[in-house]
């Protein structure tokens, strides 16, 4: 067997049965659906209740303001700024006489200090009622106009992009999602297997381990099998959050209703056209299902899968190495490896800057640059393939982005090698950059 | 018999200093072997070059009979190092077996020639044990049926009984005994010299990246020898005067006497017996290895050397 093997076999497994390695693969998607689920919870609960009493000198507001959950207006007698508190109220409002479109200030007093939300919910509800106060004056129904809104949606905004002799229909929205949550995922991981890489070099220098290590392989198998066997994790990782969510999501059609899947198979059938003569019907929740799913259907999957997986392996090959060799020159300071790490960490951070402008314009100069150059192009094409090839990145930007990340990373490889090389053997002395740059650069 | 390792005009210079600087010697097969020299001597590059992690800037090695090939010959080679260590988390005897795989043997074999070795030092029952729990003896001793499991031509143990306790140490003393009958050859590298003279047959000292001393044992004592005797009387006489020797040391009825220049030993024996003193034992002090080593090496700049950390 191959000793190159047997490294990555120890680097691989060491990880993978290790119960914090199969608890954080279960546990992240899990906290990550909690946190937004909680976040959701948070914003649509906990909200104060509002008793609010309109002193209203128009008289038309007690016809037209509107309730809601929680804010009720009420029109009570005898009630001022003096004793509204005491009668039960949260707040009061004095509204003014309106002297035709005239601006004017109405004013609220209240207990507490109202919150941003609530503010605005109770001048939309007054704004509201002066409008509906208007169209009653112009003779429109506001329940006539809701109706009009609603059936004038009927025509639908489909955008379609050159491919080739056909066109394709393409989502911004859905772009944008795809870009920038893999290029998220690629600038987490990276930080994360990178110090994975770091931390294990820096182990086996502070426990002595590497000198009984090289004189039975060489220093590069030693880096190479650490960095391919956490590379090897990482991949481990994702396929099991794949695996993962494409449980999740089979799980949760079952709390779909039958008819409601019946209808979204009907709607997939005649192409998400709703028939007239009421052979297919299709409630609210199938037509959002299907449009979901529809909206998924536009982006090229296999594509994009193929690419991530190429991006997340050269991105991680190619800082890895630098992170190994970093690691390998650090001695039992950790705050060393504070200091040394950040000429690696903010080509890092400086990416995701370009990427994060990227998905909102992938054709700037700067993204189809950062998209080639090794250093940045991971998490970069990324966002801009999202928005599909060859239509935003053409063939050729894609194959040079490609092939210089692959050169890239066997350049940083090679070079790391050397420090590495020399690094783990050396002990008691501070290095610095200059010195890991002579080693580096050193021939043979 | 036959050498195992010869090493001719070897030279590996660092940017600040010349670590090793031409050294040549050669070691015997099966022989024990000590590579001495003060901290900085350039021991370490030395070794790290016999076991392939460095390569030399000059010269060459003669590795059994032919060219020293790094990648063929490591798994003849066992290389316990100073600074070793194992991995902490990991459980013994998959330490033991990945070490062992490493050096390139099956993992079959591997697994049988552990079970022997665990077997022979009594660490059987240590196999799902991790090495965070062991004790630095414990470990010590791991470390040395590692290095030595896959049956090497050349072993090479750079300060092999440091933290180990008395009976340990002298377990391992044993097996290095034993290692060597069998056929294997051990370079011992150390500064403690009381072990050296007790197991080495052959030593080389080196100093300055220089080498200072080579050959057995009692050739070199022979080499450094003060004509310094030891003579037990059985009453001391009153006055004692002889062109021939002078006294040192007094203890007791004892005696130390340096002989002087052009005189044998047999003149000290002379003048006892012609004064009729009754002579209980007479025997020639040699100095230790321990005097020489100091000799050689005080004066020199070898405690500055030693705290210019190399860089290579």
Request: aromatic residues 10%; without cysteine.
């Given at each position: 067997m191959n000793k190159i093997f047997i490294i990555i076999q120890r680097e691989y497994l060491s990880r993978v049965k290790n119960k914090r390695f199969l608890l954080t693969t279960l546990l992240t998607p899990i906290i990550m659906v909690g946190f937004i689920a909680g976040a959701t919870f948070l914003s649509i609960s906990g909200k104060d209740e509002h008793k609010i009493a309109v002193i209203d000198q128009n008289g038309f507001f007690k016809s037209n303001l509107q309730n809601t959950k929680e804010i009720n207006f009420v029109f009570p007698e005898n009630v001022d700024t003096a004793n509204y508190i005491t009668k039960g109220f949260t707040d009061i409002i004095l509204i003014p006489k309106f002297e035709g479109t005239a601006k004017v200030n109405y004013t609220i007093r209240s207990k507490k200090r109202l919150g941003l939300n609530t503010e605005s919910n109770i001048s939309d509800k007054i704004n509201e009622a002066i409008e509906d106060k208007m169209l009653q004056d112009a003779g429109i129904q506001r329940s006539q106009l809701d109706s009009i809104r609603s059936k004038s949606q009927f025509a639908e905004l489909k955008s379609m992009e050159e491919k080739g002799d056909t066109v394709q229909e393409s989502n911004a929205a859905l772009s944008y999602g795809i870009g920038f949550g893999s290029g998220m995922l690629i600038y987490i991981t990276m930080f994360i297997y990178g110090a994975m890489v770091m931390r294990g070099v820096m182990e086996e220098k502070t426990n002595r381990i590497a000198e009984v290590m090289v004189s039975s392989v060489k220093p590069f198998q030693l880096m190479m099998g650490k960095i391919i066997g956490i590379g090897a994790v990482g991949l481990t990782q994702f396929f099991m959050w794949i695996i993962l969510i494409g449980i999740l999501t089979t799980a949760a059609q079952f709390f779909i209703p039958h008819d409601v899947m019946q209808q979204v198979s009907a709607l997939q059938q005649t192409n998400g056209q709703i028939p007239t003569g009421g052979m297919v019907q299709a409630g609210d929740a199938a037509q959002k299902i299907y449009k979901l799913q529809h909206t998924m259907s536009t982006a090229n999957w296999p594509v994009i899968i193929a690419c991530f997986i190429f991006y997340f392996l050269g991105g991680y090959l190619f800082y890895a190495s630098l992170f190994a060799a970093v690691g390998s020159v650090v001695?039992?300071?950790p705050q060393d490896a504070q200091s040394l790490m950040l000429p690696i960490t903010m080509p890092i951070i400086f990416s995701f800057i370009i990427m994060s402008n990227a998905v909102q314009d992938p054709s700037t100069s700067i993204a189809t640059w950062a998209s080639i150059i090794?250093?940045?192009?991971p998490m970069v094409m990324m966002a801009r393939i999202a928005y599909g090839i060859p239509g935003t990145v053409p063939y050729w930007q894609l194959a040079l982005s490609m092939l210089s990340l692959i050169g890239g990373f066997l350049l940083t490889t090679w070079l790391s090698g050397k420090i590495y090389r020399t690094g783990i053997l050396m002990y008691g002395k501070k290095v610095s950059w200059k010195e890991m740059g002579k080693w580096a650069f050193r021939k043979n | 018999m036959s050498e195992i390792l010869r090493l001719s005009n070897l030279k590996k210079h660092y940017a600040s200093q010349k670590a090793v600087d031409d050294i040549s010697f050669s070691i015997e097969q099966g022989s024990i072997f000590g590579l001495l020299g003060p901290n900085g001597a350039g021991k370490t590059t030395l070794l790290r070059m016999i076991t392939g992690i460095f390569y030399p800037d000059s010269g060459n090695i003669q590795f059994d009979g032919n060219a020293f090939d790094p990648l063929n010959d490591i798994i003849k080679i066992g290389y316990m190092p100073e600074e070793r260590g194992l991995y902490?988390?990991?459980?013994i005897g998959e330490q033991a077996l990945y070490l062992a795989q490493l050096k390139g043997l099956s993992r079959s074999d591997a697994m049988q020639k552990i079970k022997f070795w665990f077997k022979r030092m009594e660490m059987e029952s240590w196999w799902n044990k991790k090495v965070e729990d062991l004790s630095k003896g414990m470990s010590q001793k791991l470390q040395f049926v590692t290095t030595v499991l896959h049956e090497p031509k050349l072993i090479i143990l750079d300060e092999p009984f440091s933290g180990l306790d008395p009976l340990n140490a002298n377990l391992i003393k044993e097996e290095i005994y034993g290692l060597a009958q069998r056929g294997s050859t051990v370079i011992f590298s150390t500064h403690r010299m009381e072990q050296v003279e007790e197991i080495c047959d052959h030593i080389v000292l080196v100093n300055l990246g220089k080498k200072v001393l080579d050959g057995t044992v009692a050739d070199i004592k022979q080499q450094f020898k003060e004509n310094k005797f030891s003579i037990q009387l059985s009453a001391l006489p009153n006055e004692m005067n002889s062109s021939a020797f002078n006294i040192i040391e007094q203890k007791g009825n004892e005696l130390i006497v340096q002989i002087n220049e052009n005189f044998k030993s047999n003149d000290v024996l002379k003048y006892f017996l012609q004064q009729d003193h009754s002579i209980e034992s007479f025997r020639e002090i040699l100095p230790t290895l321990n005097e020489i080593f100091i000799h050689l090496v005080e004066g020199t700049k070898a405690t500055a050397r030693a705290f210019e950390r190399s860089e290579n």
């Open positions: 001695n039992e300071d090794p250093f940045s192009s | 902490k988390k990991m459980k």
